[in-house]
T-cell receptor
Framework: NAGVTQTPKFQVLKTGQSMTLQCAQDMNHNSMYWYRQDPGMGLRLIYYSASEGTTDKGEVPNGYNVSRLNKREFSLRLESAAPSQTSVYFC?????????????FGQGTRLTVV | GQQVMQIPQYQHVQEGEDFTTYCNSSTTLSNIQWYKQRPGGHPVFLIQLVKSGEVKKQKRLTFQFGEAKKNSSLHITATQTTDVGTYFCAGTLISSGSARQLTFGSGTQLTVLP
C-alpha cells in the first residue's frame, strides 16, 4: 500500500519555467490537498479538492493552478516559476468528517527556483 | 479566514524534561488533530480530538482539547531524543460550500539535548 506518492522529490527550475507536480493516492480518499512549507511558516494551504471534479483556493493560491484528474490524482502546476516559490511542497489526502479527520502526506517535493 | 496559532515556535529541552506546545484557533473547531514531522520528513498523524474538554494519552504524550473547542495542547513527559521534530496542530474549517479544508498551525520545533 503506497499511500500518497509525489513526484518529483527534488527539482531546480529557472525563473519563468513551468512545471507540474504530480500526486496520486491509493486510499480512495475524496479530499486531496496541496501545501507549501517554508521555515517558520508551517504548512500553508495552496489548493484543495473536496471531491473529484472540484477544486478550491486555499490561503496562498497565487501563481499556482491545480487539476483533479480523477479520484486518485491531484496535480499542481507552476506556470511561470518565481524565486518566491522556492519551498517544500506536500500533497495530502484524507478523511475529513465531523467525527474523524486524518490526513496522509506524501514525501514532499523540494523545489528551488533560481 | 480561520487562524490557527501555535506557540512556542521553537523549544529546546534537556533530555528528561517535559515539553508543552499550545494551539489556539480564532474560531470554534469541529475537531483538532496533531501531527509530528521528523527532520527532513513529512507530517504524520498522531491523534484527533473531537469532544469539548477531551484528554487523550499516548504513552508519554498527553493531548487536551479545550472546553470551548478553540484551543488545544500537547504535553510530552520526560522527553527523549526520539521526540525531536516539529509538532503541528490542525483544525478543520468548513467553507461556505461545505467543503472541508485542513488548516495547520505554524508548528513547534522541538530539540532534545542529550
Amino acid at each position: 500500500n503506497a499511500g500518497v506518492t509525489q513526484t518529483p522529490k527534488f527539482q531546480v527550475l529557472k525563473t519563468g519555467q513551468s512545471m507540474t507536480l504530480q500526486c496520486a493516492q491509493d486510499m480512495n480518499h475524496n479530499s486531496m490537498y496541496w501545501y507549501r512549507q517554508d521555515p517558520g511558516m508551517g504548512l500553508r494551504l495552496i489548493y484543495y479538492s473536496a471531491s473529484e471534479g472540484t477544486t478550491d483556493k486555499g490561503e496562498v493560491p497565487n501563481g499556482y493552478n491545480v487539476s483533479r484528474l480523477n479520484k486518485r490524482e491531484f496535480s499542481l502546476r507552476l506556470e511561470s516559476a518565481a524565486p518566491s516559490q522556492t519551498s517544500v511542497y506536500f500533497c495530502a489526502s484524507g478523511v475529513l468528517g465531523p467525527s474523524r479527520t486524518e490526513a496522509f502526506f506524501g514525501q514532499g517535493t523540494r523545489l528551488t527556483v533560481v | 479566514g480561520q487562524q490557527v496559532m501555535q506557540i512556542p515556535q521553537y523549544q529546546h529541552v534537556q533530555e528528561g524534561e517535559d515539553f508543552t506546545t499550545y494551539c489556539n484557533s480564532s474560531t470554534t473547531l469541529s475537531n483538532i488533530q496533531w501531527y509530528k514531522q521528523r527532520p527532513g520528513g513529512h507530517p504524520v498523524f498522531l491523534i484527533q480530538l473531537v469532544k469539548s474538554g477531551e484528554v487523550k494519552k499516548q504513552k508519554r504524550l498527553t493531548f487536551q482539547f479545550g472546553e470551548a473547542k478553540k484551543n488545544s495542547s500537547l504535553h510530552i513527559t520526560a522527553t527523549q531524543t526520539t521526540d525531536v521534530g516539529t509538532y503541528f496542530c490542525a483544525g478543520t474549517l468548513i467553507s461556505s460550500g461545505s467543503a472541508r479544508q485542513l488548516t495547520f498551525g505554524s508548528g513547534t520545533q522541538l530539540t532534545v539535548l542529550p
